[in-house]
Protein backbone atom coordinates (compact mmCIF):
# COMPACT_ATOMS: atom_id res chain seq x y z
CA UNK A 1 0.00 0.00 0.00
CA UNK A 2 2.92 2.02 0.37
CA UNK A 3 4.27 1.71 -2.72
CA UNK A 4 1.11 2.21 -4.32
CA UNK A 5 0.82 5.71 -2.11
CA UNK A 6 3.92 6.69 -2.82
CA UNK A 7 3.75 5.77 -6.81
CA UNK A 8 0.28 8.06 -7.50
CA UNK A 9 0.91 11.05 -4.95
CA UNK A 10 4.21 11.27 -7.05
CA UNK A 11 3.26 10.89 -10.49
CA UNK A 12 0.46 13.25 -9.51
CA UNK A 13 2.64 15.75 -8.24
CA UNK A 14 4.40 15.18 -11.93
CA UNK A 15 1.78 15.37 -14.32
CA UNK A 16 2.09 17.94 -16.68
CA UNK A 17 -1.74 18.47 -17.64
CA UNK A 18 -5.04 17.66 -16.88
CA UNK A 19 -5.24 14.93 -19.01
CA UNK A 20 -2.73 13.56 -17.74
CA UNK A 21 -3.75 13.80 -14.41
CA UNK A 22 -7.15 12.15 -15.96
CA UNK A 23 -5.21 9.11 -16.84
CA UNK A 24 -4.08 8.78 -13.04
CA UNK A 25 -7.50 8.84 -11.69
CA UNK A 26 -8.22 6.24 -13.75
CA UNK A 27 -5.13 3.88 -13.38
CA UNK A 28 -5.40 4.92 -9.38
CA UNK A 29 -8.96 4.98 -8.46
CA UNK A 30 -11.08 4.47 -11.55
CA UNK A 31 -13.19 1.44 -11.93
CA UNK A 32 -10.41 -1.01 -13.02
CA UNK A 33 -7.34 1.01 -10.66
CA UNK A 34 -5.18 -0.77 -8.86
CA UNK A 35 -6.48 0.98 -5.61
CA UNK A 36 -9.99 -0.59 -6.42
CA UNK A 37 -9.03 -3.57 -7.63
CA UNK A 38 -7.34 -4.20 -4.27
CA UNK A 39 -10.38 -2.89 -2.57
CA UNK A 40 -11.85 -5.94 -4.17
CA UNK A 41 -9.88 -8.18 -2.66
CA UNK A 42 -11.09 -7.02 0.43
CA UNK A 43 -13.95 -9.61 0.12
CA UNK A 44 -11.23 -12.51 0.10
CA UNK A 45 -9.67 -11.49 3.75
CA UNK A 46 -10.51 -12.86 7.42
CA UNK A 47 -12.69 -10.27 9.54
CA UNK A 48 -9.58 -9.07 10.92
CA UNK A 49 -7.35 -8.53 8.19
CA UNK A 50 -9.96 -6.64 6.69
CA UNK A 51 -10.68 -4.59 9.96
CA UNK A 52 -6.65 -3.44 9.10
CA UNK A 53 -6.93 -3.20 5.62
CA UNK A 54 -10.28 -1.61 5.36
CA UNK A 55 -9.50 2.07 6.62
CA UNK A 56 -6.05 1.81 5.26
CA UNK A 57 -7.29 1.43 1.65
CA UNK A 58 -10.29 3.91 1.87
CA UNK A 59 -7.87 6.48 3.73
CA UNK A 60 -5.65 5.53 0.62
CA UNK A 61 -8.56 6.33 -1.50
CA UNK A 62 -9.40 9.46 -0.14
CA UNK A 63 -5.86 11.08 -0.04
CA UNK A 64 -5.32 9.94 -3.84
CA UNK A 65 -8.61 11.60 -4.39
CA UNK A 66 -7.86 15.14 -2.61
CA UNK A 67 -4.08 15.14 -4.31
CA UNK A 68 -5.79 15.12 -8.10
CA UNK A 69 -8.15 17.48 -6.68
CA UNK A 70 -5.84 20.17 -5.43
CA UNK A 71 -3.07 19.34 -8.95
CA UNK A 72 -6.49 20.11 -10.68
CA UNK A 73 -6.86 23.77 -9.22
CA UNK A 74 -2.93 23.90 -9.43
CA UNK A 75 -2.62 23.07 -12.87
CA UNK A 76 -6.07 25.55 -13.73
CA UNK A 77 -4.20 28.44 -11.52
CA UNK A 78 -0.75 27.61 -14.01
CA UNK A 79 -2.77 27.92 -17.20
CA UNK A 80 -4.51 31.57 -16.03
CA UNK A 81 -1.51 32.92 -15.34
CA UNK A 82 0.42 31.81 -18.23
CA UNK A 83 -2.53 33.65 -20.28
CA UNK A 84 -2.51 36.42 -18.44
CA UNK A 85 1.16 36.99 -18.70
CA UNK A 86 0.49 36.40 -22.50
CA UNK A 87 -2.54 38.37 -22.75
CA UNK A 88 -0.96 41.38 -21.47
CA UNK A 89 -1.72 44.77 -23.00
CA UNK A 90 -0.58 48.16 -22.39
CA UNK A 91 -3.62 50.42 -22.47
CA UNK A 92 -1.60 53.63 -21.84
CA UNK A 93 0.44 53.18 -25.62
CA UNK A 94 -0.88 55.47 -27.75
CA UNK A 95 -3.02 54.90 -30.26
CA UNK A 96 -2.00 54.17 -33.80
CA UNK A 97 -2.72 56.89 -36.20
CA UNK A 98 -5.48 55.89 -39.11
CA UNK A 99 -5.72 57.30 -42.63
CA UNK A 100 -8.22 60.24 -42.35
CA UNK A 101 -9.82 62.05 -44.91
CA UNK A 102 -10.12 65.91 -45.44
CA UNK A 103 -13.35 68.07 -46.32
CA UNK A 104 -12.50 69.17 -49.77
CA UNK A 105 -12.51 72.93 -50.24
CA UNK A 106 -15.86 73.20 -52.36
CA UNK A 107 -17.56 71.69 -49.10
CA UNK A 108 -15.63 73.92 -46.49
CA UNK A 109 -17.06 76.87 -48.60
CA UNK A 110 -20.15 75.71 -49.40
CA UNK A 111 -20.36 75.45 -45.14
CA UNK A 112 -18.97 78.79 -44.95
CA UNK A 113 -21.13 80.54 -47.66
CA UNK A 114 -24.29 78.99 -46.15
CA UNK A 115 -23.36 79.96 -42.02
CA UNK A 116 -23.34 83.81 -43.65
CA UNK A 117 -26.41 83.90 -45.47
CA UNK A 118 -28.14 81.93 -42.71
CA UNK A 119 -27.30 84.61 -40.41
CA UNK A 120 -29.20 87.06 -43.01
CA UNK A 121 -32.32 85.32 -42.73
CA UNK A 122 -31.64 83.11 -46.31
CA UNK A 123 -33.12 79.54 -45.94
CA UNK A 124 -31.53 76.62 -47.66
CA UNK A 125 -33.59 74.91 -50.94
CA UNK A 126 -32.51 72.55 -53.33
CA UNK A 127 -34.20 71.16 -56.62
CA UNK A 128 -32.75 68.17 -58.61
CA UNK A 129 -29.69 68.38 -60.78
CA UNK A 130 -31.50 66.92 -63.75
CA UNK A 131 -34.10 69.50 -64.81
CA UNK A 132 -36.73 69.89 -67.31
CA UNK A 133 -36.20 72.81 -70.02
CA UNK A 134 -39.17 74.75 -68.53
CA UNK A 135 -37.55 75.49 -65.33
CA UNK A 136 -33.94 75.56 -66.90
CA UNK A 137 -34.53 78.03 -69.54
CA UNK A 138 -38.75 78.99 -69.86
CA UNK A 139 -39.91 79.66 -66.52
CA UNK A 140 -36.49 81.92 -66.39
CA UNK A 141 -37.71 83.76 -69.64
CA UNK A 142 -35.31 82.17 -71.80
CA UNK A 143 -37.52 81.30 -74.48
CA UNK A 144 -36.69 78.28 -76.77
CA UNK A 145 -34.35 80.30 -79.46
CA UNK A 146 -32.98 82.53 -77.16
CA UNK A 147 -29.44 82.78 -77.76
CA UNK A 148 -28.85 82.31 -73.90
CA UNK A 149 -29.36 78.74 -74.58
CA UNK A 150 -26.92 78.15 -76.89
CA UNK A 151 -24.37 80.20 -74.94
CA UNK A 152 -24.93 78.15 -72.12
CA UNK A 153 -23.14 75.26 -73.43
CA UNK A 154 -26.12 72.61 -72.53
CA UNK A 155 -25.93 68.94 -71.86
CA UNK A 156 -29.02 67.57 -72.43
CA UNK A 157 -30.37 64.16 -71.78
CA UNK A 158 -31.25 62.11 -74.55
CA UNK A 159 -34.85 60.93 -75.42
CA UNK A 160 -36.53 57.72 -76.12
CA UNK A 161 -36.82 57.63 -80.03
CA UNK A 162 -40.23 58.71 -81.09
CA UNK A 163 -40.43 60.66 -77.39
CA UNK A 164 -40.89 64.23 -79.06
CA UNK A 165 -41.06 65.97 -76.05
CA UNK A 166 -38.36 68.56 -75.09
CA UNK A 167 -35.15 67.21 -73.94
CA UNK A 168 -34.35 67.20 -69.92
CA UNK A 169 -30.90 69.00 -69.70
CA UNK A 170 -28.46 69.16 -66.24
CA UNK A 171 -28.76 72.53 -65.10
CA UNK A 172 -26.71 74.90 -66.09
CA UNK A 173 -27.60 77.29 -62.78
CA UNK A 174 -29.18 76.87 -59.85
CA UNK A 175 -31.61 79.42 -60.92
CA UNK A 176 -34.21 76.75 -61.71
CA UNK A 177 -34.59 76.42 -57.74
CA UNK A 178 -36.04 80.48 -57.63
CA UNK A 179 -39.24 79.25 -59.62
CA UNK A 180 -39.04 75.88 -57.36
CA UNK A 181 -38.82 77.76 -54.29
CA UNK A 182 -41.67 80.42 -55.28
CA UNK A 183 -44.21 77.55 -56.49
CA UNK A 184 -43.66 76.26 -53.14
CA UNK A 185 -43.35 78.72 -50.86
CA UNK A 186 -45.00 81.68 -52.36
CA UNK A 187 -44.21 85.41 -51.33
CA UNK A 188 -42.32 86.39 -48.89
CA UNK A 189 -39.50 84.34 -49.40
CA UNK A 190 -35.49 84.49 -48.75
CA UNK A 191 -33.88 81.64 -49.95
CA UNK A 192 -30.39 80.26 -50.85
CA UNK A 193 -29.12 77.13 -53.11
CA UNK A 194 -25.96 75.92 -53.15
CA UNK A 195 -25.36 73.16 -55.71
CA UNK A 196 -23.94 71.39 -58.67
CA UNK A 197 -24.32 73.09 -62.10
CA UNK A 198 -23.02 71.64 -65.58
CA UNK A 199 -21.39 73.18 -68.73
CA UNK A 200 -19.94 71.77 -71.57
CA UNK A 201 -16.28 73.98 -70.82
CA UNK A 202 -13.33 72.77 -69.78
CA UNK A 203 -9.80 75.28 -68.98
CA UNK A 204 -7.86 76.57 -66.18
CA UNK A 205 -11.20 77.93 -64.71
CA UNK A 206 -13.90 75.85 -66.35
CA UNK A 207 -15.04 72.50 -65.78
CA UNK A 208 -17.91 70.33 -66.93
CA UNK A 209 -19.35 70.08 -63.74
CA UNK A 210 -19.28 73.55 -60.85
CA UNK A 211 -20.83 74.53 -57.97
CA UNK A 212 -23.24 77.98 -57.64
CA UNK A 213 -24.91 79.42 -55.06
CA UNK A 214 -28.51 80.76 -55.92
CA UNK A 215 -29.94 84.15 -53.89
CA UNK A 216 -33.13 84.78 -53.47
CA UNK A 217 -35.10 87.52 -52.11
CA UNK A 218 -38.53 88.63 -52.30
CA UNK A 219 -40.72 91.10 -50.42
CA UNK A 220 -42.98 94.15 -51.16
CA UNK A 221 -40.30 96.60 -50.93
CA UNK A 222 -37.41 95.35 -51.74
CA UNK A 223 -34.79 97.44 -53.36
CA UNK A 224 -31.35 96.67 -55.50
CA UNK A 225 -29.74 98.90 -52.57
CA UNK A 226 -30.70 95.72 -50.78
CA UNK A 227 -28.78 93.32 -52.46
CA UNK A 228 -26.00 95.98 -52.52
CA UNK A 229 -26.01 95.68 -48.83
CA UNK A 230 -26.61 91.92 -48.90
CA UNK A 231 -23.17 91.39 -51.14
CA UNK A 232 -21.15 93.86 -49.54
CA UNK A 233 -21.73 92.53 -45.89
CA UNK A 234 -21.64 89.11 -47.41
CA UNK A 235 -17.95 89.69 -48.64
CA UNK A 236 -16.78 91.23 -45.96
CA UNK A 237 -17.97 88.25 -43.88
CA UNK A 238 -16.46 85.73 -46.06
CA UNK A 239 -12.95 87.15 -46.30
CA UNK A 240 -12.91 88.54 -43.47
CA UNK A 241 -11.68 92.16 -44.52
CA UNK A 242 -13.59 94.98 -45.99
CA UNK A 243 -14.15 94.19 -49.58
CA UNK A 244 -15.88 96.91 -52.00
CA UNK A 245 -17.46 96.03 -54.97
CA UNK A 246 -18.12 97.38 -57.92
CA UNK A 247 -22.09 96.88 -60.11
CA UNK A 248 -21.86 96.84 -63.89
CA UNK A 249 -25.00 97.02 -65.91
CA UNK A 250 -25.49 93.33 -67.70
CA UNK A 251 -28.03 91.53 -69.06
CA UNK A 252 -29.81 88.30 -67.87
CA UNK A 253 -33.02 87.28 -69.42
CA UNK A 254 -34.11 86.44 -65.65
CA UNK A 255 -33.84 89.76 -64.03
CA UNK A 256 -34.27 93.51 -64.79
CA UNK A 257 -32.40 95.68 -64.25
CA UNK A 258 -29.52 93.09 -64.38
CA UNK A 259 -25.90 93.46 -63.04
CA UNK A 260 -22.47 91.25 -62.62
CA UNK A 261 -20.68 92.06 -59.56
CA UNK A 262 -16.61 92.75 -59.52
CA UNK A 263 -14.77 92.53 -55.89
CA UNK A 264 -12.25 94.94 -55.21
CA UNK A 265 -8.79 93.13 -55.57
CA UNK A 266 -5.37 93.42 -56.02
CA UNK A 267 -3.08 91.47 -58.41
CA UNK A 268 0.32 92.11 -57.38
CA UNK A 269 3.26 89.47 -57.82
CA UNK A 270 0.73 87.20 -59.41
CA UNK A 271 -1.34 86.84 -56.54
CA UNK A 272 -4.55 88.03 -56.62
CA UNK A 273 -5.23 89.91 -52.63
CA UNK A 274 -8.87 90.26 -52.41
CA UNK A 275 -10.28 93.48 -50.47
CA UNK A 276 -7.01 95.60 -51.13
CA UNK A 277 -5.34 97.24 -55.01
CA UNK A 278 -7.77 99.14 -57.45
CA UNK A 279 -8.05 95.84 -59.59
CA UNK A 280 -11.57 93.40 -59.73
CA UNK A 281 -12.31 90.74 -60.42
CA UNK A 282 -15.74 89.82 -61.46
CA UNK A 283 -17.54 87.19 -59.66
CA UNK A 284 -21.33 86.94 -59.88
CA UNK A 285 -24.28 87.89 -61.77
CA UNK A 286 -27.73 89.34 -60.24
CA UNK A 287 -30.64 91.64 -60.16
CA UNK A 288 -34.35 92.62 -59.80
CA UNK A 289 -36.08 89.47 -60.76
CA UNK A 290 -38.07 89.83 -64.12
CA UNK A 291 -42.16 90.08 -63.79
CA UNK A 292 -42.13 87.18 -66.32
CA UNK A 293 -40.07 85.19 -63.90
CA UNK A 294 -42.68 85.92 -60.90
CA UNK A 295 -45.35 85.40 -63.05
CA UNK A 296 -43.69 82.05 -64.31
CA UNK A 297 -43.56 80.89 -60.19
CA UNK A 298 -46.61 81.90 -59.78
CA UNK A 299 -46.25 85.26 -57.57
CA UNK A 300 -47.97 88.45 -58.60
CA UNK A 301 -45.60 90.87 -59.89
CA UNK A 302 -48.04 94.01 -59.16
CA UNK A 303 -47.41 93.50 -55.64
CA UNK A 304 -43.85 91.76 -54.98
CA UNK A 305 -40.98 92.44 -56.41
CA UNK A 306 -37.12 91.13 -55.32
CA UNK A 307 -33.22 90.50 -56.17
CA UNK A 308 -31.37 87.51 -57.27
CA UNK A 309 -27.75 86.76 -57.49
CA UNK A 310 -25.78 83.59 -58.07
CA UNK A 311 -22.03 83.32 -57.78
CA UNK A 312 -19.52 80.45 -58.28
CA UNK A 313 -18.89 78.54 -55.32
CA UNK A 314 -15.27 77.34 -56.72
CA UNK A 315 -14.52 80.50 -57.91
CA UNK A 316 -14.76 81.44 -54.30
CA UNK A 317 -12.86 79.02 -52.89
CA UNK A 318 -10.29 79.49 -55.73
CA UNK A 319 -9.81 83.44 -54.15
CA UNK A 320 -10.47 82.63 -50.36
CA UNK A 321 -7.80 79.91 -50.36
CA UNK A 322 -4.90 80.84 -53.35
CA UNK A 323 -6.01 77.91 -55.50
CA UNK A 324 -4.52 78.24 -58.43
CA UNK A 325 -6.36 75.91 -61.37
CA UNK A 326 -10.42 75.27 -61.12
CA UNK A 327 -9.77 71.65 -62.52
CA UNK A 328 -7.74 70.22 -59.86
CA UNK A 329 -10.54 70.38 -57.35
CA UNK A 330 -12.09 67.42 -59.08
CA UNK A 331 -9.20 65.36 -60.40
CA UNK A 332 -9.37 63.66 -56.56
CA UNK A 333 -5.56 63.39 -56.42
CA UNK A 334 -4.83 62.67 -52.60
CA UNK A 335 -2.17 65.01 -52.53
CA UNK A 336 -4.19 67.76 -53.27
CA UNK A 337 -6.78 66.93 -51.26
CA UNK A 338 -4.76 66.52 -48.35
CA UNK A 339 -2.96 70.01 -49.20
CA UNK A 340 -5.59 72.03 -49.58
CA UNK A 341 -8.43 70.12 -47.99
CA UNK A 342 -9.80 70.48 -44.01
CA UNK A 343 -9.92 68.64 -41.33
CA UNK A 344 -13.61 67.32 -40.45
CA UNK A 345 -13.50 69.54 -36.58
CA UNK A 346 -12.82 72.61 -38.69
CA UNK A 347 -16.39 73.72 -38.76
CA UNK A 348 -17.00 76.92 -40.52
CA UNK A 349 -19.49 79.31 -38.00
CA UNK A 350 -19.72 82.96 -37.42
CA UNK A 351 -18.71 82.33 -34.65
CA UNK A 352 -15.58 80.28 -34.53
CA UNK A 353 -14.60 82.08 -37.25
CA UNK A 354 -14.64 81.11 -40.77
N1 LIG B 1 -27.85 82.12 -63.39
C1 LIG B 1 -26.85 83.09 -63.73
C2 LIG B 1 -25.61 82.37 -64.27
O1 LIG B 1 -25.49 81.19 -64.07
C3 LIG B 1 -26.46 83.93 -62.56
C4 LIG B 1 -27.58 84.79 -62.06
C5 LIG B 1 -28.41 84.34 -61.06
C6 LIG B 1 -27.78 86.06 -62.58
C7 LIG B 1 -29.43 85.14 -60.59
C8 LIG B 1 -28.78 86.87 -62.11
C9 LIG B 1 -29.62 86.41 -61.12
O2 LIG B 1 -24.77 82.95 -64.89
Same mark, same amino acid.
Given at each position: ??? %???????? *???????????????????????????????????????????????? %????????? /??????????????? %?? =?????? !????????????? $?????? +???????????? /??? &?? $??????????????? #???? $?????????????? !???????????????????????????? @?? *? *?????????????????????? &?????????????????? &????????????? !??????????????????????? =??????????????????????????????? @?? $?? +????????????????????????????????????????????? #???????
Amino acid at each position: MDD %LRDKYLGQ *IAEAADEAALEELRVAAVGKKGEVSLKMRELGKMTPEERQVAGPKLNA %LKDEINSAL /AAKKVALEDAALDAR %LA =EEWLDV !TLPSRERPRGTIH $PVSQVT +EEVTAILADMGF /AVA &EG $PQIESDWYNFDALNI #PSHH $PARTEMDTFYMARA !TGDNRPPHVLRTHTSPVQIRSMQEHGAP @IR *I *ICPGRVYRADYDQTHTPMFHQV &EGLAIDKDISMANLKWVL &EEFFSAYFGTKVK !TRFRASHFPFTEPSAEVDIQCSF =EGGQVKVGEGDGWLEVLGSGMVHPKVLEAGG @ID $PA +EWQGFAFGMGIDRMAMLKYGIPDLRAFFDSDLRWLRHYGFSALQV #PTLHGGL
